[in-house]
């Protein structure tokens, strides 16, 4: 009899995990879906996202990792991004020119985007000082930001900053013309000057927070 009651329990035990491991893996999309939905109905929303690593500073102004890069793309915005077709398309900036000579690059900021705290609450408007405060930050040499060589590459005066030939910040190609208009000035013509814009190195920081 005890070996009868054994064998039961025994098998109804294997049914048992055999029942939740085929559930769990025949149907993991369709929960994800499921919670999703139950969520929106209930006033609010899931954001998922699976990283291979944890990130390793929130700082993306620092750091050229891509985990860390990954995470800075889920909350900061660039002037520009791509579509799914590579396109260049508008974000923090509606529009931009460039001069003849191809050195001057000049963009609008939208006038609407703002600067949110943890708890959701607005701090304040994102403005073109908030893209020279970031381009200052990455081009000192005692802050050791390991993308420096990007902005220096491409931006007048950057190189000569970080090496010491220049000393005045207020030299580099970059300023605000006013709360929404960025000007760029480069160390020559760059054709691909707008893919650089979606870098780490090139996103706006609340300058207060540095």
Known sequence: MKRLISLVLSLAMILSLSACGSGSSSSSSAGSSAAGSS???????????????????????????T????????????????????????????????????????????DDAVWVRNDGTEYGPVTAQNFVDALHWVVTPENQSTTSEIVCSVIKNAAEFYAGTVTDIN???????????????????????????TYVCFMPVQGDFL
């Open 39 to 65: 969520a929106a109905s209930e006033g609010s929303s899931v954001y998922r996202k699976l990283y291979g690593s944890e990130a390793t500073t929130l700082n993306y102004l620092y750091s050229s990792k």
């Open 67 to 110: 985990v860390d890069m990954e995470a800075a793309a889920q909350g900061v915005d660039t002037l520009v991004e791509y579509d799914k077709y590579g396109n260049v398309q508008p974000a923090l900036a509606t529009e931009w020119t460039t001069s003849e000579d191809g050195l001057t690059w000049t963009f609008k900021l939208r």
């Open 171 to 197: 030299e580099i190609g970059v300023r605000a013309v006013d709360d929404t208009t960025l000007e760029y000035t480069l160390n020559a013509p760059c054709p691909y000057f707008l893919s650089m814009l």
